[in-house]
């Protein structure tokens, strides 16, 4: 959340407590969403913080976002399990529905989910050790991440220097540069990851992180060529 929230600027200490008045809430979804919302109504007594929250709520019916048992009063009272429900569907909806990869046959896949998967199968493919299955178990070892930054940035990580049995240090090594060399805020320790059962919405919502990120490097690169080619043009042109 915060690092959607520092475009605002805008931070969560607590994400129990400072989500209960609605305003962040609001903030947050403008941001994912790139959309004006209602106003908050201003004050501090429960009734407007229930306004808020329902103004918030009102705006994911409205984007067809299914909520299930959350209300408005379960989140100005701190209510911790749909606190989080609600959080991880405005990701689901802004983050990660919004994903679209194209197969072969130029067929999109089924889910979110699949496509993000798919992506990174596709990105990841040839690297030795690489064999992205799901978002759990097969980014234990680290090398998935790097392969990720690697096929995108080789200029800032030696994917050749890891190996399968050091994960700790290859988790470390890759969140480190995402963050450091990408910006990309580390939503990850390595004890998270390198566990029995790592936390799957958790591994996703990281990966996501990524996609968007070089994503829209891509996007960037193509319309420079653009540019360039229109650019190539006028000057020929001039000199005719």
Same mark, same amino acid.
């Given at each position: ?13 607590? /994400? ?15 941001? /994912? ?9 201003r004050g501090r007594m429960r009734i407007h913080s229930l306004e808020n929250v329902d ?70 493919a040839g690297y030795p050790e690489v064999n992205i299955q799901n978002f759990t178990t097969?980014?234990?070892?680290? /090398? #998935? ?28 090594? #890759?969140?480190?540069?995402a963050e450091q060399q990408l910006s990309l805020i580390k939503l990850l320790d390595p ?39 229109? /650019? ?9």
């Open positions: 959340m915060n690092s959607h929230l520092s475009k605002v600027p805008c931070r969560v200490n607590d /994400l129990y407590s400072d989500l209960r008045d609605g305003y962040i809430i609001t903030k947050l979804l403008e941001v /994912l969403s790139g959309e004006q919302l209602p106003k908050p109504t103004k918030a709520l009102q705006f994911l019916k409205e984007q067809r976002v299914h909520l299930e048992n959350v209300g408005s009063h379960d989140i100005v009272d701190g209510n911790h399990r749909l606190t989080l429900g609600l959080i991880w569907t405005i990701i689901l909806r802004f983050q990660i529905q919004v994903i679209k990869i194209e197969t072969e046959d130029n067929r999109e896949t089924r889910s979110a989910k699949d496509a993000l998967l798919l992506w990174c199968q596709m990105k990841t097969s980014w234990r070892d680290g /090398l #998935a991440f790097s392969a990720l930054i690697h096929r995108h940035r080789p200029d800032i990580i030696d994917f050749s220097r890891l190996t399968k049995s050091n994960a700790t240090y290859n988790l470390q090594y #890759a969140f480190n540069t004890e998270d990851v390198n566990t029995e059962n790592p936390d799957e919405k958790s591994i996703i919502t990281y990966v996501v992180s990524f996609y968007h990120y070089f994503s829209k490097m891509k996007a960037l690169a193509v319309e420079g060529k653009r540019i360039g080619k229109v /650019l190539d043009q006028a000057i020929a042109t001039e000199k005719d």
